[in-house]
């Protein structure tokens, strides 16, 4: 059974960071692609970073480059989002997201609220 299993949210002042955790099971994970996407309260999804399968390529969204990182452990399965400088508008619910088989999978998310 294919499981993603999100971690690290909570609240933090603008200007903080979070280290975001996603912990794959079920599947070989270094040989999938993985993303991380959002979705901010009333707003639709949006794709933030992935990681693609088989080699180091990362890609970022505009609104988050240079301040998220995006990074894997193969080792433990899991992959991260290093998110630094964050905004009140960075506030969303995480999720990470795999897709095999052409099947997606995603976690249930973890929750991002940046405010003072």
């Known amino acids: 059974e294919v499981q993603l299993v999100e971690s690290g949210g909570g609240l933090v002042q603008p200007g903080g960071s979070l280290r975001l955790s996603c912990a794959a099971s079920g599947f070989t994970f270094s040989s999938y692609a993985m993303s991380w996407v959002r979705q901010a309260p009333g707003k639709g999804l949006e794709w933030v970073s992935a990681?693609?399968?088989?080699?180091?390529?990362?890609s970022y969204a505009d609104s988050v480059k240079g301040r998220f990182t995006i990074s894997r452990d193969n080792a433990k399965n899991t992959v991260y989002l290093q998110m630094n400088s964050l905004k009140p508008e960075d506030t969303a619910r995480y999720y990470c997201?795999?897709?095999?088989?052409?099947?997606?999978?995603w976690g249930q998310g973890t929750q991002v609220t940046v405010s003072s």
């Open positions: 997201k795999t897709t095999l088989w052409g099947l997606d999978y």
């Open positions: 990681f693609t399968s088989g080699s180091d390529s990362t």
